[in-house]
């Protein structure tokens, strides 16, 4: 025993310790939500992060990211990484914990716990999730443990100080997502209906579903009532049928709900027609992972793998909880979920690869494309946000725009001080712009009647891309030469064609594509000094690097990420 335990906590100390360099590897802002802290903890401002627009109401998610208001050199990027760091390895230790109360020191128990914690660490969505700074889902996983061991103990012992802080952490947790509010509901509600519960116990459910019913009523008058839209989704053909999409979705990308969604099955079963309740902790946990899925679904929640990075904390333990139980009366079970689980980290193990590598390029990247523009606001020379005057009205450009001045110009103002301030709006004659400006082009421009126009005068001027911001192009003269270095761009899952517009219809570089899902009947045509190479995503499972000219030739739906490179 002692030492399977020794080489079991070997291997999760270096699967923690790996996980912490991925976390703070090239530890910079990138563009998108992280503008978020430029106005509070990155300039050392105490501040909340609440957001009740679209039917969103989670008051409390990120706010513990005000702890670094108070410590020296809170307010810089490297900080930010460092206090995820540490929130991944304490809830890494409470899992731990966990696992090992359940287990009791039966035989093979850290083998399992071993298994179990590195599958977790390894699923897509919760290394996608630890790399994002602004990701509540991340504050979850360090509030589901912790409730998990609390409730567990407090269960176990009856101990009132378990009981009390297993509640609180509920309270704070539930206000950090709004789905999370049912995890607690289930759980609650499988113990006051099917279990034999003390004094104690009565009092510690019955208050997790009051906790619930005040989190709905606090929802409903902030947000709900107000909201025109939810979660940003405009559903086309009605709300059933976009959750069948995004239902569909998920039965392609998120592959764990299987054997969560057949186990709550099988549990549910015994529970109420074999009358089985002497599991109710691993029957709550794994009821409480569907109910916080099924929540996602209902929302119309775009199909991300790390919005269900909560799902999948409450669902391990449950799966190492029975693996226990039978490893020594029924091994085949253990030996069948240890074989299936092995099968699906091997299946994502390709994705995370993919999630790692585009956020390092973008760690590494993001920040040097924004200074870039700085650069040419400090050496007053002239920088101009372009569009087609077709749009002056329209929902397109209201939407890029706003994206532009949140994720970008943001960016800009925190190098120099109202810095965006110096970027000029142009929508009249594109000739009027000189050669040595820097032309800032949103995609949405290539949708206008005068588009090819435009792209034929600014290539006649020696205008090139040098990168892409954000849903904006780039366009310089030879003053700056195009970047040496990758940026990222992502696809998922909108329509290709208008997502991915290509200058002039052709972007000479090196390509890196890596792949997964499927495009139906359509493909990229990749062109170089060898013959053109028409390829489908469904066809390919592994990088491609060649030299290239592409051009989109299909609209279809697609679910691909694609990393461009320009070799030095």
């Excluded at 079970?333 to 790692?356: C, E, G, H, Q, R």
Aim: with cysteine.
């Amino acid at each position: 025993m002692k030492l399977e335990k020794l080489l079991s906590y070997s291997i999760i100390g270096s699967a923690i310790i790996l996980m912490v360099f991925c976390i703070l590897h090239h530890a910079n802002w990138i563009i998108g939500d992280d503008f978020l802290f430029l106005s509070k903890s990155a300039i050392g401002k105490y501040g909340t992060y609440a957001f009740t627009e679209y039917g969103r109401f989670f008051p409390l998610a990120l706010w513990d990211f005000n702890i670094l208001t108070i410590i020296p050199h809170g307010n810089t990027v490297l900080a930010h990484y460092i206090h995820h760091a540490v929130i991944f390895s304490i809830s890494a230790g409470f899992l731990l914990k966990l696992f090992e109360d359940i287990a009791e020191k039966k035989k093979y128990s850290y083998y399992l716990s071993c298994f179990f914690l590195i599958v977790l660490f390894l699923s897509n969505g919760f290394l996608w999730a630890s790399l994002e700074l602004t990701s509540s889902e991340f504050t979850l996983i360090l509030l589901l443990s912790a409730f998990m061991l609390f409730s567990f103990r407090g269960k176990k012992t009856q101990k009132n100080s378990y009981y009390i802080a297993a509640f609180l952490v509920a309270c704070y947790a539930t206000y950090c997502k709004e789905p999370i509010f049912g995890v607690f509901t289930v759980i609650s509600l499988t113990n006051l209906i099917f279990g034999r519960l003390t004094k104690k116990d009565k009092i510690f459910n019955n208050g997790l579903l009051v906790n619930a019913l005040l989190y709905l009523i606090a929802y409903y008058f902030v947000s709900w009532r107000n909201a025109t839209v939810f979660y940003g989704v405009f559903p086309s053909d009605g709300v059933f049928a976009e959750m069948i999409r995004v239902i569909e979705k998920l039965s392609h990308s998120v592959y764990m709900l299987y054997p969560i969604l057949f186990l709550s099955i099988i549990r549910a079963y015994f529970l109420v027609f074999k009358k089985d309740r002497e599991h109710l902790f691993a029957d709550g946990i794994i009821f409480a992972s569907v109910a916080y899925a099924g929540a996602i679904v209902f929302c119309l929640v775009r199909s991300y793998s790390y919005y269900f990075t909560p799902c999948f904390v409450l669902a391990v333990p449950a799966f190492f909880y029975w693996s226990v139980v039978y490893v020594k009366k029924r091994k085949f079970l253990t030996i069948l979920t240890l074989s299936i689980f092995s099968l699906l980290m091997a299946s994502d193990f390709n994705i995370t690869k993919l999630v790692f590598r585009s956020y390092m390029h973008r760690r590494k990247n993001d920040m040097t494309l924004i200074k870039i523009v700085c650069d040419e606001i400090i050496k007053n020379r002239t920088v101009i946000f372009w569009r087609d005057y077709s749009l002056q009205d329209s929902k397109d450009w209201t939407d890029i725009k706003n994206r532009f001045d949140y994720y970008c110009a943001s960016f800009v103002n925190h190098y120099i001080d109202g810095g965006a301030n110096s970027i000029k709006d142009g929508n009249e004659d594109i000739s009027s712009i000189k050669n040595t400006c820097m032309l800032l082009y949103p995609l949405e421009n290539y949708k206008c009647p005068k588009s090819d126009e435009n792209i034929r005068w600014l290539e006649k001027n020696d205008f090139s891309i040098i990168a892409r911001i954000c849903g904006v192009n780039i366009l310089c003269v030879k003053h700056i030469q195009p970047l040496k270095l990758p940026f990222f761009c992502r696809f998922w899952p909108y329509p290709v064609g208008s997502d991915f517009p290509v200058f002039a219809g052709k972007m000479n570089m090196d390509l890196v594509f890596c792949c997964f899902g499927e495009m139906k009947g359509g493909g990229l045509i990749l062109e170089s000094n060898s013959p053109t190479i028409k390829f489908k995503v469904s066809d390919n499972k592994e990088d491609l690097v060649v030299k290239f000219t592409i051009e989109l030739i299909d609209s279809t739906n697609a679910v691909v990420q694609v990393l461009v490179n320009e070799k030095n």
